[in-house]
């Protein structure tokens, strides 16, 4: 089975760094770790695990920081090398030939020991056990050697990891869930008392235009409807397209954020931040430069989510803590505890799905790409911001893969 594997290399890696500070200067796919292989059939890891056969696989954010080094090392730990990428996945599932989308994140129930006191709870996002049981570390499926990810011919998943979808659901719009549920998870992390505004209706302020910008965009209109305004921050003029049929009220470019929240809020500029602010700042950027854009553009008491995966980053905290802001993290997804009756003790990736299908996400699949041509794929997903995209996928040819399932089965 073909399989794209990124190998822990340090050459490689480094090389990477390089390649990332000079891209436009003859930089290449040569100086990162990832290669094509040809795999072996991976032994299930317990009897509630399945194989399944990927149909699509987005190319996400995470990934792409890691393939080039620019993620923390703060949780290295919890990845194991070689590893086959992939945790935005649309599959076959074996056992019964279904099409289901993958959970990745591996839970006790899923790594096959005794339950932590948050997986009783069915909080998965907040276990901790990955390095504890037989199967090599890692965060999710698509993070560890021992389970290859969707960027494969084959992988596997606990039953209580997939979910069947509907039948006139697209592949398209399936292979969002997972980025949904990430910015669902996020959008319902925003506290009640946060939205007592000042104004007439409560000011979200999303920091990113990519596929988890524009993702919590419309998980914000989706669950919030019109009893608040949006303000999403692009970086390029087609996301702005975007960002409006996602539901934003307002775009801004980068340059033009802070000035533009200002505008709106009736602030006045104090130091290096608003008098007021917007009410929440959901960052779905990571960087350095988002967080402090967050921190400067957030009223007195308001709230910031953090649901872009972050890297090593210098900031001054100064103002998180002379303005009493709430800091909030957002990891993957779970079973949800909101403020939202139609949300609350609900699984994410069920929400996700009626509101991937509902909203029609599937518009923010920009190019398709084989496995054997991955290398033009990195590259795209590296530069999709440049080229007017969003995500990046890999695909296999379904007719195949129903074929390669029969004959494994006889």
């Known amino acids: 089975m073909k399989a794209i594997q990124l190998e822990k290399s340090y050459a490689k890696f480094a090389g990477a760094l390089v390649a990332n500070k000079l891209r436009g200067h003859g930089s290449s796919m040569s100086s990162m770790p990832l290669r094509l292989s040809e795999l072996n059939e991976f032994r299930l890891p317990g009897d509630e695990w399945t ?8 190319i996400c954010g995470s ?3 890691t393939i080039q080094a620019k993620s923390s090392r703060m949780l290295e730990h919890l990845v194991s090398f070689p590893f086959v990428p992939g945790h935005e996945t649309v599959a076959i599932r074996a056992d019964n030939n ?13 790594l096959n020991i005794d339950s932590c006191e948050f997986c009783k709870q069915d909080l998965i996002d907040k276990c901790q056990c990955q390095e504890f049981s037989s199967i090599a570390p890692g965060l999710q499926i698509g993070f560890t050697k021992d ?16 979910y069947e979808i509907p039948d006139d659901m697209s592949d398209e719009d399936a292979v969002l869930v997972e980025p949904m549920a990430c910015a669902i998870h996020g959008v319902l992390k925003i506290q009640r008392e946060m939205l007592n505004t000042f104004n007439d209706i409560p000011l979200v302020a999303v920091i990113g235009a990519g596929t988890l910008g524009l993702c919590t965009t419309a998980a914000l209109r989706h669950f919030y409807k019109d009893s608040i ?20 009220d307002y775009h801004s470019n980068t340059q033009n954020y802070l000035t533009t929240v200002r505008h709106l809020t009736g602030s006045f500029i104090t130091g290096p931040a608003l008098t007021y602010g917007a009410d929440v700042v959901i960052d779905c950027v990571g960087s350095k430069e988002s967080l402090h854009a967050a921190i400067t553009t957030v009223k007195p008491g308001g709230q910031i ?22 800091l909030t993290g957002a990891y993957t997804y779970s079973t949800e505890v909101s403020h939202l009756n139609n949300a609350n003790n609900a699984k994410t990736f069920e929400l996700a799905i009626n ?30 911001g440049k080229r007017d995209s969003t995500k990046i996928v890999f695909t296999n040819n379904k007719a195949d893969l129903i074929k390669k399932l029969q004959r494994r089965i006889q």
């Not at 305004?229 to 934003?248: N, V």
């Open 147 to 162: 389970i290859p990810g969707g960027w494969s011919e084959f992988s596997m998943a606990h039953s209580d990891q997939l």
């Open 63 to 65: 990934d792409i920081k």
């Open 305 to 326: 989510v953090l649901t872009g995966m972050p890297s090593k980053a210098n900031l001054d905290l100064s103002l998180l803590w002379q303005r009493q802001i709430t």
């Open 51 to 58: 194989y399944i056969y990927p149909i699509m696989s987005g």
């Open 229 to 248: 305004k949006i303000l999403t921050s692009t970086k390029y003029p087609y996301q702005r397209k975007l960002a409006k049929i996602c539901g934003s």
């Open 98 to 110: 279904k099409r289901v989308v993958v959970e990745s994140l591996l839970s006790c129930k899923a």
């Open 355 to 384: 509101a991937s299908k509902e909203m029609g996400l599937g518009r923010l699949v920009s190019a398709k790409y084989s496995l054997d041509n991955y290398e033009a794929a990195i590259e795209h997903a590296i530069d999709a």
